[in-house]
């Protein structure tokens, strides 16, 4: 089995910056791609960005050019880089690994709230 643990979220206002990171309990480097999903209450889970083993990445379009992913495998961590936040943006933030080897499978972390108010 393969463990995600979501840390770095909290409380911050409108325009704030803050970086999420997502520790997995195994080397990320077979991990085809990894991402964040958010989910706000009363809506969907929805995507808000994605990186591959390849280092190509995916965003949002509500969150492009706010938000940055990016990955350390030396550290099996991956990260989202948070700025300009809005009210928007408050929701659980969930980490997703999905692994295409030897069968596909997603895994999922236990998630971190991030509320934006002023």
């Known amino acids: 089995q393969l463990q995600l643990v979501e840390s770095g979220g909290g409380l911050v206002q409108p325009g704030g910056s803050l970086r999420l990171s997502c520790a997995a309990s195994r080397s990320i480097f077979s991990i085809n791609a990894m991402g964040w999903y958010r989910q706000a209450p009363g809506k969907q889970r929805e995507l808000v960005a994605a990186?591959?083993?390849?280092?190509?990445?995916n965003y949002a379009a509500s969150v492009e050019g706010r938000f940055t992913i990016s990955r350390d495998n030396a550290k099996n961590t991956v990260y989202l880089q948070m700025n300009s936040l809005k009210s928007e943006d408050t929701a659980v933030y969930y980490c997703?690994?999905?692994?295409?080897?030897?069968?596909?499978?997603?895994?999922w972390g236990q998630g971190t709230q991030v509320t934006v108010s002023s």
């Open positions: 990186i591959t083993n390849g280092g190509s990445t």
């Open positions: 997703n690994a999905h692994v295409v080897v030897p069968i596909p499978k997603n895994y």
